[in-house]
């Protein structure tokens, strides 16, 4: 099993829709949560860390399952500029060097 | 202006060659990564470093070696030992390596290999 799980998609939607993305990690012991943001051919970029009570950023939601041992961001109003791969980061068990395990993203594609 | 730079943004490499990558970054953070990206997967981890004069193997180290004489600077290089190495390549730097710290991720360098 990956460490950490995503739907690669592709997710069409049109402008206007609301979207939502799961994302499932392996180790209950993992304590920190990321959303990452990825364009094209670019460098990912953060677009919100995920707390234990959950949080918004505007038109994004993020919110922590500990129990169920998933992640879910949530899209509202999705504009053209939203179309990237989401890709879901959690850090590893404390110790060691607190590596962040990245998920392979999944791609959202909003249309006019 | 502050962030973490690499260059080239493409390389293109013959097979049996070193090549070296850069990675500078000026936001005084401790910590460097190096990743590897291929189309359809996520970012896999090649050497990492805590702090100055320090770096450690990630999962697919071999064929790659890196040094960290200076804390802004992070050079990759990839070696002929490494049997595929064409890939996006993406630097990082986190301020400490602690549980709640994001990367910071530089733009990419594409290497191709010819």
């Known amino acids: 099993r990956k460490e950490v799980e995503q739907d690669p998609g592709p997710f069409n939607v049109p402008e206007g829709a609301t979207v939502a993305f799961n994302c499932t990690y392996s180790?209950?012991?993992?304590?920190?949560f990321f959303w990452y943001r990825q364009d094209c051919r670019k460098e990912p970029k953060l677009l919100m860390s995920?707390?234990?009570s959950g949080n918004e950023d505007g038109r994004f939601t993020a919110q922590l399952n500990r129990a169920s041992q998933y992640i879910s961001l949530l899209i509202r109003d999705s504009k053209l500029s939203d179309s990237a791969t989401y890709l879901c980061?959690?850090?590893?068990?404390?110790?060691?060097?607190?590596?962040?395990?990245f998920g392979a993203g999944t791609r959202l594609a909003v249309h006019p | 202006d502050g962030g973490i730079t690499q260059s080239p943004k493409y390389l293109f490499r013959k097979e049996g060659q070193n090549v070296t990558l850069s990675c500078e970054q000026n936001l005084n953070h401790d910590a460097m990564y190096w990743y590897r990206q291929d189309p359809g997967q996520g970012l896999r981890l090649i050497y990492y470093s805590q702090i100055v004069n320090d770096f450690q193997k990630g999962d697919i180290a071999e064929g790659y070696s890196v040094s960290r004489e200076k804390k802004e600077s992070f050079p990759l290089t990839v070696t002929s030992a490494q049997k595929n190495p064409t890939a996006f390549y993406l630097c990082a730097s986190r301020e400490a390596a602690t549980l709640y710290n994001e990367q910071f991720f530089g733009p990419g360098t594409r290497l191709t290999v010819l």
């Open positions: 995920v707390y234990s």
């Open positions: 980061v959690v850090n590893g068990p404390p110790g060691g060097y607190n590596k962040l395990i």
């Open positions: 180790n209950s012991a993992s304590q920190s």
